[in-house]
């Protein structure tokens, strides 16, 4: 009988003791589960969002090890004062997690300027600030560090109506490849995640959004997707969890720029 991991488990290799970790997007979805899978893991998390209320719960799983922190990622005073707070406690920085993003569904003919405003202020322009004040303070501490971004199958190629979305990921992954190449000398390594479409309130969005459009008897978006990923489900949580966590971990010592799709087999690039 085949031995899978229980979701939920992280396995017990994965020792992140007395590593201090930033997490953006903490309040739900995949933020909330790679915020809580690195306390498991004995890190110091910092759970950053702007939902206050989704991560102060999500803090209640591992009371002493997790702490929330107000963050807006498009407001670069927002984001000084919360790292400058993970500073003054703990004079380090070890990992930062990106996971702060929004969808966007706008056909070429419908997209405004607000709508592609906020959503590259979010997926890409506060990706970009964040990782910048959080790798000086890498630097300051002297002890490399790891940064994982969520980018998206998007990014790989878009579908129709979100291209702005795409565009963003496509950012996402870039700006990981050229933030790998700049901070490589100083032992921090830059790493991706391209997932499918995953199982949270953000793809409850995405389906609704599709719906919209949706005419007559065609496949819906989550048949067309399915029927598009060789293992047949949709990715969860914890499946990007796990992949982060690899990234977050020295056992990851030698991977840097990449961009790890995790789509059931959709993508092969
Ligand atoms: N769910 C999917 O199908 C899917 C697929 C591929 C990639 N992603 C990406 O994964 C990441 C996490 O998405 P999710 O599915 O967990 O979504 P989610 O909606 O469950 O969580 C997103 C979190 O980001 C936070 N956030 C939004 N704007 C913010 C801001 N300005 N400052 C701080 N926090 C902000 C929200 O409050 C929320 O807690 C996103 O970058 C998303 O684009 C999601």
């Given at each position: 009988m085949v031995q899978r991991a229980q979701a939920g488990t992280i396995g017990p290799r994965v020792d992140l003791g007395g590593r201090i970790a930033f997490v953006t997007g903490?309040?739900?979805?995949i933020g909330r589960q790679t915020a809580r899978d690195l306390a498991e893991a004995g890190a110091m998390v910092f759970a950053a969002d702007k939902a206050g209320r989704g991560c102060l719960e999500t803090c209640t799983s591992f009371p002493d090890r997790m702490s929330y922190l107000p963050c807006d990622v498009t407001k670069l005073s927002s984001v000084r004062t919360a790292l400058d707070a993970v500073w003054q406690e703990h004079g380090a920085l070890d990992i930062l997690v990106n996971c702060a993003g929004v969808y966007s569904m706008q056909q070429l003919m419908d997209i405004t300027e607000e709508e592609y405003d906020r959503v590259l202020a979010i997926n890409l322009k506060g990706l970009l600030f964040v990782s910048q004040i959080a790798a000086r303070y890498m630097l300051k501490a002297g002890r490399g560090g790891a940064i994982v971004n969520i980018a998206s199958a998007a990014g790989r190629k878009p579908s129709v109506g979100s291209m702005v979305y795409s565009a963003s990921k496509a950012g996402v992954i870039s700006l990981t490849q050229g933030m790998a190449q700049e901070l490589a000398a100083h032992e921090i390594r830059v790493n991706a995640i391209a997932p499918g479409a995953v199982e949270t309130p953000m793809w409850d969005a995405v389906k609704s959004a599709y719906g919209d459009v949706e005419t007559g008897n065609g496949p819906t978006i989550e048949t067309a997707l399915l029927g598009a990923t060789p293992l047949g489900r949709l990715c969860r949580p914890q499946d990007c969890a796990h992949a982060i966590l690899y990234l977050c971990?020295?056992?990851?010592?030698?991977?840097?720029g990449q961009t790890l799709n995790v789509d059931g087999g959709m993508y092969f690039n």
């Open positions: 903490a309040a739900s979805g971990t020295d056992q990851s010592a030698f991977v840097t």
